[in-house]
């Protein structure tokens, strides 16, 4: 099982997510690390899972503030070669590409997230992965890794998706993320089930959970039901996932 850190920026520092409440998060406590400095906790979050993807939830952009921008890029110059996956709450293709373009040279390892509960319409999603712009025309060339991810997220068992993205199979790209926003920080396990629901949707995508996992025995349990990678914040700073092997 593929693991990709986490962290969750907000004012420019990691704070440590629990159940998706961004309002009451508080800067990280890490076995791992004794830093809230965004840097620090990604470097050492990307050794010990033994990866050069890193995905980063700009808490201050999906608040509706403007995106940590400085912070992006110095994560990006500090960590070369780095695959940054980034959910800013973009609501369209047009806005991923512009803070991309604003991170100059470095944006070209940001992968973008568009996240079903940020997407402002069907439209929208289309647009996101169809290889056109916002006029219709097709967009430039981009590097295989800078396809963008879309990520399914629920909350309380209610979906996040006034855009419709869970019910549009085949308007997916190749990797979804299954984002269980309660599962969080939780320590309460991973959401199999919902896991499950998207495989029957899209035998053939890449799948990629979010929430839950406690230890290693859950990472073989979302293996089993056919995650290709799991998202994982907690359970690294906490010290229950071992060190990978490079």
Known sequence: MKLIPVIDLMQGQVVR???????AYQPIVSQLCASSDPVTVAKTLCEHCATRQLYVADLDALLGKSAQVVTLQALLQAMP???????????????AETLRSGLGAAGQQVV???????????????????????????????????EGVLSLDRRDGQ????????????????????MTLER????????????????RKSPGT???????IRNS???????DAGAAAWLVASALHDGRLPRARA
């Open 112 to 146: 973008a997230v568009f996240g079903s509960e940020s997407l402002a319409s069907r439209a929208e999603l289309q647009r996101c992965f169809s290889g056109t712009n916002a006029t219709g025309m097709k967009a430039a060339a981009q590097p295989a890794s800078a």
């Open 81 to 95: 070669g780095l695959e940054l996956w980034l959910d800013a709450g973009f609501a369209s293709a047009e806005a």
């Open 159 to 178: 979906r996040l998706d006034a855009a419709g993205c869970w019910d549009a199979p085949a308007l997916w790209p190749k990797r979804v993320i299954v």
């Open 184 to 199: 969080v920080g939780s320590d309460a396990g991973p959401d199999l089930d919902t896991l499950l629901e998207v495989r």
């Open 217 to 223: 025995i859950d990472l073989s349990r979302a293996r």
């Open 17 to 23: 997510a629990v159940r998706g409440n961004r309002q």
């Open 206 to 212: 890449c799948i990629v959970g979010a929430g839950g």
